[in-house]
């Protein structure tokens, strides 16, 4: 028998009526995360990455299909039942903190265990932050400092899997190379599980193990990751890279499939 992925999805249907329209954002998407590794989603705007990683975290009740933690089903349980098990990481790093709490707060209060003054301070450390910044509010730290202190709380929490909607995308290249480096410690370390949604397929070769493709709401490639990148299979995946290699020649950046081995999309960031 093989091993029981951590999570599992299972022909998740999601509609959203409007007054005058309709959108099938998605349609019967599956998905499966085995412990300890990091899956990318990588789509189009619009193709319904966020609406997925809001009903994984039953933020949205779904049409039809199954949410499954650990072989066990928790389609239609409440937001606070998920998040024993897994917490959402928003490119709005700010927006997830109460503005008028200091971190030292919003963290512990995050936790569903006992406090463990222990893990905090090996987090903190391990994302470069002094121990003093628990004592600040969000407004007074910088977009990759909060961003680092959001991932802090969603592993103090307890936390077995992060789920990441564009989690880098607001921060500057260096951030985004630091936030980076940390998911693949907090992977290494403590064999936490993350579904990363970006649509930087740079980033996502850098980070994940495997990647769906999304577009329209439906799954149209799922694979390891640098065997969708360099060989393609879907005709809307290769779009994809296409568009990466026309930022790639404006800025003189590597296309992303142009050597099997060296994905590099900015320059100066260690190919993995
Ligand atoms: N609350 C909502 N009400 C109605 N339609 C919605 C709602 N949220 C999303 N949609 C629609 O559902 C589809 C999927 O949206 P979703 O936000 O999941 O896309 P996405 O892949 O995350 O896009 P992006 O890359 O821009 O974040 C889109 O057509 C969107 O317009
Ligand atoms: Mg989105």
Known sequence: MGMTPILEVREISHTYHQ??????ALDQVSLRLMPGSILGIVGESGSGKSTLIRHIACLEKPDGGKLLYRGNEYTGRTPAFAGQF???IFQDA???FDPKMRFDRSVREARWEEDDPALLAE????????????????????????????IVRAVYSGARILLCDEATSALDVASQAMVIDLL???QRDY????????HDLGVVSQLCDEVIVMRSGRCVEQGDCLGVISHPRDPYTRELLDAVMEVGEETG???????????????GIPVI
Not at 19 to 24: E, V
Not at 124 to 148: A, I, M
């Open 94 to 96: 700010y927006g997830s």
């Open 86 to 88: 897994m917490q959402m």
């Open 19 to 24: 007054k005058d329209r309709i959108t099938k």
């Open 123 to 150: 987090l903190l450390k391990k994302v470069r932050l002094d121990e003093s910044f628990l004592q600040r509010y969000p407004r007074s730290v910088s977009g990759g400092q909060c961003q680092r202190l959001s």
């Open 184 to 186: 693949k410690e907090l």
């Open 253 to 267: 950046i590597h296309h992303a499939a142009e050597a099997q081995n060296e994905i590099s999309v900015y320059p």
């Open 191 to 198: 064999g936490i599980s993350m579904i990363f949604v970006s």
